[in-house]
């Protein structure tokens, strides 16, 4: 239903003055626009507080409509090992959304797929640092998989990009 036609009965009744229509229409605007910014996927993040990568990566998930919680700590190993994120998909962050680990530099539009498609998995990684994953843009891209692992150590390429 449009605004215009949630509108229409309390325009037709006279009885309420311009005031209080517009009152009731800017009301209505901003609830929809809270509700909106409200279904934002909230991702917490650990990062290094000198890390400039993992800055980028973070505005790249804001820029892709996710809400980030991000947490400096000098031990993001810590939070890896917590998180069944084995040395070999290690990378220089660490997130978790919905009940998923996201290592690395991987790509908001795997993060969204991962939380549509809901595998039964720990997560995904982007291993290491790769030139042109998001939060590593260069002068040129490397290829590189997107990961899906277990806490068991399990991988399956996710993507390839």
Not at 57 to 75: P, S, Y
Not at 86 to 92: M, Q, R, V, Y
Request: aromatic share 6%; net charge neutral.
């Amino acid at each position: 239903m449009s605004l215009l036609e949630f509108f229409k009965p309390i325009i037709a009744n006279t009885r309420y003055r311009a005031g209080t229509i517009t009152v009731l229409f800017v009301s209505a605007i901003l609830v929809s626009g809270c509700s909106e910014n409200s279904s934002a996927q909230t991702i917490t993040v650990y990062k290094s507080p000198t890390c400039g990568c993992c800055k980028k990566w973070i505005a790249h998930m804001e820029d892709n409509g996710f809400n980030v919680r991000a947490h400096d700590t000098q031990d993001v190993r810590s939070i890896k090992q917590q998180n069944g994120v084995s040395d070999g998909l290690a990378s220089c962050h660490t997130a978790l959304v919905d009940g998923y680990v996201i290592e690395g530099h991987v790509p908001a539009d795997a993060v969204k797929k991962l939380l549509k498609e809901k595998p039964v998995a720990a997560g995904l990684a982007v291993p290491g640092m790769p030139m042109g994953s998001p939060g590593m843009e260069g002068p040129h891209k490397d290829p590189y998989d997107v990961v899906l692992f277990n806490r068991s150590g399990d991988t399956a390429v996710y993507e390839r990009r």
